[in-house]
């Protein structure tokens, strides 16, 4: 079955350094990506996703993400972080064939310093 | 407003109540899901329905759940004799269903309803 990694439950950056959240994939057809971002008390929002093409995908807030299928990854970047990206990110894939229903890894929460 | 919204927010039943939890997706949309994010960790996926066809339930975790969406638009996730590992957020989404059977649709979520069983 489809499984998905995130390494790192919980990350700390200062503000303005560089964000890296990592995200790793298990399936042997590359499946369709997603990063979402959830903030307290309010809903997943997406931040960007993979389908076809161009394997940097930029999403919103200065985020984005490379699709590599040599590693089976889709880490998340964002070159500086400010206080309001502090939240949980999660990485999700879907398949063909599945009707669009998302598997997601364990979350990965952001803490932003000043 | 023109998101997912659900209720009620929060709910606390006591072990053996039945619940009900309500979801109301973006007009117009075609798919909807169900999950079940337990603490720290990542939304389950529960079940979908594309319009009234539930097509997928494999989630669900036992047949003391069960889902509805009988008019295409509103759902009910409901739950019979709660236990104490069924508290949980329950999240709602919902997408177009554009094309590529769904599997690239962007879904919208809904702010959840926190489930407490004591």
């Known amino acids: 079955a489809q499984s998905v990694t995130q390494l790192g439950s919980h990350v700390s950056v200062s503000e303005g350094a560089l964000v890296l959240l990592r995200c790793n994939y298990s399936?042997?057809?590359?499946?369709?990506l997603f990063w979402y971002v959830q903030y307290p008390n309010q809903g997943l929002q997406l931040l960007l996703k993979?389908?076809?093409?161009?394997?940097l995908v930029k999403g919103i807030n200065g985020f984005e993400a490379e699709f590599k299928k040599s590693e089976t990854s889709f880490h998340l970047t964002k070159p500086s972080a400010h206080m309001s990206d502090a939240a949980e990110y999660f990485c999700?894939?879907?398949?063909?064939?599945?009707?669009?229903?998302?598997?997601f890894g364990q979350g990965t929460e952001l803490s932003v310093k000043p | 407003g023109a998101g997912v919204s659900q209720s009620p927010r929060y709910k606390v039943a006591k072990r053996g109540q039945d619940v009900a939890l309500r979801c109301d997706p973006i007009s117009g949309h075609v798919s909807l899901f169900w999950y079940q994010q337990a603490l720290g960790q990542g939304p389950e996926f529960l079940t979908y329905?594309?319009?009234?066809?539930?097509?997928?339930k494999s989630g669900l975790p036992s047949d003391r759940f069960f889902a509805e969406r009988p008019e295409g638009s509103v759902s009910t996730l409901k739950i019979q004799r709660t236990q104490q590992e069924d508290s949980a957020v329950y999240l709602c989404?919902?997408?177009?269903?554009?094309?590529?059977?769904?599997?690239?649709?962007?879904?919208?979520f809904g702010p959840g309803t926190r489930l407490t069983v004591l």
């Open positions: 989404a919902s997408s177009l269903l554009l094309g590529w059977g769904g599997h690239t649709d962007t879904q919208y």
């Open positions: 329905f594309q319009n009234e066809a539930q097509l997928d």
């Open positions: 399936s042997s057809v590359p499946p369709y």
């Open positions: 999700a894939v879907s398949e063909k064939n599945q009707g669009g229903k998302l598997i």
């Open positions: 993979y389908t076809t093409g161009a394997t």
